[in-house]
């Protein structure tokens, strides 16, 4: 079981938008902004998308933003488009002694 | 262009040791922090061990203490695992990767390798 909650799945078509939640505690997501996502598409390597809560890489299209709200973090994926189509990740730091926590990770299909 | 190189996985028995491997090319090796983080097959990632750019600070995730030790050699630019009392749980891909920002250890993972994957089974 993650420290970190995520919905398993999510789905939106081409253009649409949406919303991957992570919920933590108040030991990570609610006491940090060090809040991270990565994208993951089969047999690859994450790919950092936002950091910082709502920083994005160079590179990283403006159609990803993140938001935090309590001890719950979200991305953000606008005008959605079929390469968007992979898992996606949210991590945080926390103050137990695991110091860094994943959630279990969100199939995102875009129709 | 940032480049990390994973090798020394394999399969290993239940209770044997592994040494993993990192080369790490096209930046200043010896100012970022350097992370492991592995991923069981079908399932999620999870963090394996930090260790800061002047090895100043080292930590481990708790599924791991007292059996992984993580070590850098700043002169030949790798990162090491070193995986002792391995148990079938240890099963997964290994990526190290790089913190974003030079002297950060905040947890945020720029780059990764393209991992290798460590086999615990008898």
Request: proline letters at 3%; charged letters at 15%; a positive charge.
């Amino acid at each position: 079981q993650s420290a970190l909650t995520q919905p398993a799945s999510v789905s939106g078509s081409p253009g649409q938008s949406i919303t991957i939640s992570c919920t933590g505690t108040s030991s990570d997501v609610g006491g940090y902004n060090y809040v991270s996502w990565y994208q993951q598409h089969p047999g690859k390597a994450p790919k950092l998308m936002l950091y910082d809560v709502n920083n994005r890489p160079s590179g990283v299209s403006y159609r990803f933003s993140g938001s935090k709200s309590g001890n719950t973090a979200s991305l953000i994926i606008s005008g959605l488009q079929t390469e968007d189509e992979a898992d996606y990740y949210c991590a945080s730091y926390t103050s137990t002694s695991t110091r860094w926590v994943f959630g279990g990770g969100t199939r995102l299909t875009v129709l | 262009q940032v480049q990390l190189v994973e090798s020394g996985g394999g399969v290993v028995q239940p209770g044997g040791s592994l040494r993993l491997s990192c080369a790490a090319s096209g930046f200043t090796f010896r100012t970022f922090g350097m992370h492991w983080v592995r991923q069981a097959p079908g399932k999620g990632l999870e963090w394996v061990t930090l260790i800061s750019s002047d090895e100043t600070n080292i930590k481990l995730a708790d599924s791991v203490k007292g059996r992984f030790t993580v070590s850098r050699d700043n002169s030949k630019n790798a990162l090491y695992l070193h995986m002792n009392s391995l148990r079938p749980e240890d099963t997964a891909i290994y990526y190290c990767a790089r913190e974003l920002r030079s002297s950060s250890s905040s947890g945020t993972w720029g780059y990764w390798g393209q991992g290798v994957l460590v086999s615990v089974s008898s």
